[in-house]
C-alpha cells in the first residue's frame, strides 16, 4: 500500500488546528488559506475536479458574495439544505473559518487554475 491519502482526516486536523480563534469579521487571508480543502472540489475547470475516485460536480464559489456562502454553509450544518459530502465540511467548519471563507470567495473573482 503506497499512495493511500485521507484527505478528510487531514481536513479535519487542520480546521481542528485553527478552530481556537473567537468569531470575527471574516478575514480573507486566512480563508485563502483555509479554502485549500474546498479547492480540490471547488477549483478550476467551471467546478470540476477529475482526480478523485469520482468526478464530481461542484459549484463555483469565486466571486460569490460572502452572505450567500456563509448562508449556504450554514444550511448545510443545519440540515436545511441536504448533500451528504458538504453536511461533512460544514459540521467540522467554525464560524470563524465560515466568515473567512466567504470573505475570501467573495473577492476572488478568478477561478484558480491548476
Ligand atoms: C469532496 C468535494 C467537496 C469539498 C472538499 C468541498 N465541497 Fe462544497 N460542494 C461540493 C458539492 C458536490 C456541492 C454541491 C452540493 C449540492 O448539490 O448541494 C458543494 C456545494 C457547496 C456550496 C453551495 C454552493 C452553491 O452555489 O449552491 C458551498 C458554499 C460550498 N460547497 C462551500 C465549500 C467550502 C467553503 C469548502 C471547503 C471548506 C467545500 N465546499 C468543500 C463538494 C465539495
Redesign the pocket.
Known amino acids: 500500500m503506497k499512495h493511500h491519502p485521507i ?1 478528510v482526516i487531514l ?1 479535519t486536523l487542520f ?1 481542528a488546528a485553527s478552530a481556537q480563534a473567537q468569531t470575527s469579521a471574516g478575514n480573507a487571508a486566512a480563508g485563502k488559506y ?2 485549500s ?6 477549483n478550476a475547470h467551471g467546478g470540476f ?1 477529475t482526480d ?1 475516485p469520482e468526478v ?6 469565486n466571486g ?1 458574495s460572502a452572505a ?2 456563509a448562508q ?2 450554514d444550511d ?1 450544518r443545519s440540515g436545511a ?3 451528504p ?2 453536511k461533512a ?2 459540521d467540522i ?1 467554525t464560524s470563524q ?2 466568515a473567512n ?2 470573505a475570501y ?1 467573495a473577492v476572488s473573482k478568478n477561478q484558480s487554475v491548476k
Not at 37 to 42: L, N
Not at 56 to 61: E, F, I, V
Open positions: 484527505p481536513m480546521l483555509e479554502s480543502m474546498c479547492e480540490g472540489c471547488h475536479k478523485f464530481y460536480r461542484a459549484p463555483k464559489l460569490q450567500y456562502i449556504c454553509l448545510y439544505r441536504r448533500n459530502t458538504m465540511v460544514a467548519l473559518q465560515i471563507l466567504s470567495y
